[in-house]
């Protein structure tokens, strides 16, 4: 498909910037994934996670 906008920023501009952390409610915090998260996430990509059930062959 066709890029009908032209883009507001070149490629990659923000790409060196920090990114942000965003205080919530209650002590949550939004922050950037971090490597050291890859751990706990594995679990959600699973090939026998029940919310991805294998395709048919």
């Known amino acids: 498909m ?3 906008v032209t883009p507001a920023l070149p ?3 923000l790409a060196a910037l ?3 952390t965003i205080p ?3 002590g949550l915090r939004l ?3 971090r490597a050291a998260d890859a751990p706990t996430g594995t ?3 699973t090939p026998h996670s029940p919310r991805h059930p ?3 062959t």
Do not use: E, I, V, Y
């Open 2 to 4: 066709p890029s009908l």
């Open 24 to 26: 919530g409610d209650g």
């Open 11 to 13: 490629a990659g501009t």
């Open 43 to 45: 679990g959600f990509h």
């Open 31 to 33: 922050r950037p994934w």
């Open 54 to 56: 294998a395709a048919p």
């Open 18 to 20: 920090t990114q942000p």
